[in-house]
């Protein structure tokens, strides 16, 4: 993989020990044409960007991919796109993507919501989900594990870049909706000011995979609000670009 990403040192590589056949990186805003709030990798159709920059953003990032992505139309719901059988004809969205075939790359784009990538230990199936706490509350990540296909002991999950603790402020009923799918998850809550609380989407998150019987987790640890040169932010920002996460399996496996 470090070879594929010649240049562009400050993508991101997951820090998991997937199979030697899965492949799979996070861009930053790093490596692009955007300029301004956009700056300078964005690859968000719907950002408010202009559409021939971030066709060119995304022309970038293919040449790293050994196919086109399947892009999403992601709505923050608990929707699992089949890549192995979803239709070109057939509306795309949903807010993950899995598949078992080689070369097929599923993606998400993000900005303060968490990429979850998502593998066997076999690197036979591979899966992202978009998931921010409207997706976790609805049920994206136990989705996303069921959709897999394989028992979850044998999955292994990567947390990439998110709004991290120490900014991710919601009020009451953001903190009764995550707690309604999870009754034991207020250790993921911290007090901040009346009414308000400091949410930890990383461990929300490891929460549900554990329940689920993943008991691979890494990554996390990242703050897309705090580490504002990285990574793009729509709660710092409101006016932001989008990061892209891609996962796939590579059609011969390498030594």
């Not at 995304?58 to 992601?74: E, F, G, H, K, N």
């Not at 593998?119 to 992202?128: I, L, N, Q, W, Y």
């Not at 996303?144 to 394989?150: D, I, P, R, T, Y």
């Not at 609000?225 to 390498?254: C, D, H, L, N, P």
């Amino acid at each position: 993989m470090r070879e594929r990403l010649h240049g562009r040192g400050d993508w991101l590589i997951p820090d998991w020990p997937a199979p030697s056949g899965v492949r799979a990186f996070v861009t930053t805003r790093d490596g692009g044409v955007s300029d301004g709030a956009y700056a300078s990798l964005n690859l968000g159709l719907r950002s408010g960007d202009e559409p021939h920059k971030v066709a060119r953003n995304r022309s970038i990032v293919r040449a790293y991919l050994p196919a086109a992505p399947v892009w999403m139309t992601q709505v923050h719901g608990a929707r699992v796109l089949d890549l192995d059988c979803a239709s070109s004809a057939a509306p795309l969205e949903a807010d993950a993507a899995v598949s078992r075939s080689p070369e097929r790359v599923c993606a998400v784009l993000t900005a303060d919501c968490m990429p979850l990538l998502l593998c066997d230990d076999e690197g036979h199936h591979v899966g992202v989900a978009h998931a921010g706490w409207r997706g976790i509350a609805a049920g994206v990540i136990e989705n996303s594990v069921g959709a897999l296909g394989v028992a979850p002991s044998r999955l292994m999950a990567w947390m990439g870049p998110a709004i991290g603790p120490q900014a991710f402020e919601v009020g009451a009923e953001v903190r009764e909706a995550l707690l309604a799918g999870d009754a034991h998850a207020q250790a993921a809550f911290s007090a901040h000011t009346p009414g308000k609380f400091k949410a930890d989407l990383y461990a929300l998150a490891r929460r549900r995979l554990a329940r689920m019987g993943v008991v691979q987790i890494y990554g996390g640890g990242f703050c897309t609000y705090f580490e504002t040169e990285r990574f793009f932010s729509y709660r710092r920002e409101k006016q932001s670009g989008r990061m892209g996460a891609f996962i796939w399996q590579e059609s011969v496996v390498r030594p």
